[in-house]
């Protein structure tokens, strides 16, 4: 068995105490971030609900269907405005294919949430996938449409300051 040299092993110490202090400050970032975001989707959905709303305080739609049919939340943590429009973007996507896209089903979503709610959202679509993510403060849907599910979420990842 090779033994690491005196100066490799400095290195390699060097290297991992950079790492260290590298995740350190991004965890701190990401914390900042979380509080942040958190309070900025709720504003925005709090806006999205009163335009949503007519006169009296109903809903505008009148159809008296129920928004959600077809729909399953498997889990959540996002606003239920946000959650809404998740619903509705993935239905009119899916609507509007003839055949079934996963991308471009994924594509959609992570748009409209980019244009509407900010950077980094990030969407999978299919059938069987598995999946370890770490989110935003009410920044994570994972939902079910018949037998297609969804994930989508937002991560806060800022540029290190050197």
Known sequence: ???????????????SAELESRSQYLSSLIQRAKVKAGEDDRQKAKQQEEQEKG???????????????GVRVRASDMPLALQKRAFQCAREALASMPKLDNKQLALALKKE????????????????????VTHTLGG???????????????????????
Not at 5 to 10: E, F, S
Not at 141 to 157: E, P
């Open 1 to 15: 068995m090779r033994e690491a040299k005196p100066q490799q092993t400095a290195t390699m110490e060097g290297a």
């Open 140 to 162: 994570f849907l994972y939902f079910s449409i018949d037998k297609i599910y969804i994930l989508l979420f937002r991560t806060a990842v800022k540029p290190l300051g050197h």
């Open 113 to 132: 949430f980019d244009s509407s709610f900010g950077p980094a959202w990030h969407c999978i679509v299919g059938r069987s996938f598995g999946s370890y």
């Open 55 to 69: 006169p009296g305080g109903r809903n505008r739609r009148d159809n008296g269907s129920e928004e959600t049919h």
